[in-house]
């Protein structure tokens, strides 16, 4: 069908800008868009921006990438970004990309829950928001367990079992946070020449390095390999749908993240109000009580929220000594001295 035009004469025009054409104070405020870059997996980012809509009648327009993809997309945007803001992912890397100059401030006068995050999850005088913790657990499928005859692992000596052998999956740290959360552990907990000893026969016993952190749960789950690690709220909500997941946790240190949100420089103009409005909502009770509220077991980082009901206590286990700083700032040479002495001429892969 064609569309009809409708003649206005040029005059008109020009009066309706004379009159109309300056008056941009309001835009913002009438605007009802907001987009944002977030490594999570489909069903959790829904959880958040269907609450967010809800709460603000803000429309959210996202899009999933592994968080190693969002800091390569944030330098080639080169401060010009599609997005206003990042949403989850490991803390060292938006030390990094805040080191890059690619966060925008947030305005924390507004944050009325600032001063209740956690201690061990705040972030001094950065331009990103902690949001929630999580550990890294080791998955076993539990089939695969019973038929091979062996105990899921609890240390992170047991991965290099033989049994294991061509039966594990994990994220590559140069693509996924939670590879590299993995890897900056082992060299802060053994000591870089035993860590990467250590990867070196861990390698030995990799089906697949992928290159997003929640894929593993998944193959772990359908029996792809035997076990693999991934974030712990990754894996309950599979073990609900009915997957033989089995989790364990390394009795030699447990690895936390710390994950974060930032708004992003350069970000479209007319989202500038709506992005400082999901800053505000994810540091408010309604936004850190989402965990608890949807069935999702983020671990939220402010006193007064809700703890997911099955989600794993803190106080239970081993957490490693870590500092997400130091793993930051190392990152490159960790990643780099990975592909060199680990994985060299192998890619990540989702296939």
């Not at 009066?15 to 605007?31: K, P």
């Not at 999933?64 to 080639?76: D, N």
């Not at 860590?195 to 070196?200: C, E, I, Q, R, V």
Request: charge should be negative; hydrophobic fraction near 35%.
């Amino acid at each position: 069908m064609k569309k009809a035009f409708t003649f206005i004469p040029i005059i008109c025009i020009l009066f309706l800008v004379a009159c109309g054409g300056d008056d941009t104070s309001n835009a913002d405020d009438s605007y009802d868009q907001l987009t944002l870059y977030t490594p999570m997996p489909e069903e959790n980012a829904e959880a958040y921006v269907n609450k967010f809509e809800e709460d603000t009648g803000i429309e959210v327009n996202y899009t999933r990438l592994s968080t190693g993809e969002i800091l390569s997309k944030l330098k080639a945007e080169e401060g010009s970004s599609d997005a206003s803001i990042w949403f989850a992912g490991p803390s060292d890397s938006f030390i990094e990309a805040d080191e890059e100059g690619f966060l925008e401030e947030y305005d924390s006068d507004n944050l009325e829950n600032l001063d209740k995050i956690d201690e061990n999850a705040k972030a001094e005088d950065a331009n990103w928001l902690p949001i929630y913790q999580g550990p890294i657990a080791f998955a076993s499928n539990e089939e695969w367990l019973e038929e091979n005859g062996v105990e899921a692992p609890t240390s992170w000596e047991d991965l290099l079992k033989p049994e294991f052998e061509n039966n594990i999956m994990l994220a590559h740290p140069g693509a996924s946070g939670t590879g590299y959360q993995f890897v900056s552990t082992l060299v802060q907990i053994m000591g870089e020449e035993e860590a990467f000893d250590y990867l070196k026969e861990f390698d030995k016993n990799v089906k697949q390095w992928t290159k997003g952190g929640s894929a593993n749960a998944q193959f772990i789950g359908i029996g792809e390999v035997g076990t693999g690690l991934a974030f712990a709220q990754d894996l309950l909500p599979l073990i609900e749908e009915g997957y033989p997941l089995k989790i364990t946790y390394p009795e030699d240190g447990v690895s936390v993240a710390v994950e974060g949100a930032a708004k992003i420089k350069g970000g479209p103009e007319q989202e500038k109000e709506n992005a400082k409005k999901f800053m505000n909502w994810i540091n408010s009770v309604e936004g850190q009580n989402v965990y608890a509220a949807t069935g999702y077991y983020h671990l939220p980082v402010i006193s007064d929220a809700e703890i997911p009901e099955g989600a794993p206590d803190l106080s239970e286990l081993n957490v490693a000594d870590t500092d997400n700083i130091w793993a930051s700032e190392h990152r490159d040479d960790i990643v780099d001295k990975f592909e060199r002495q680990i994985v060299a001429g192998e890619e990540a892969s989702d296939e």
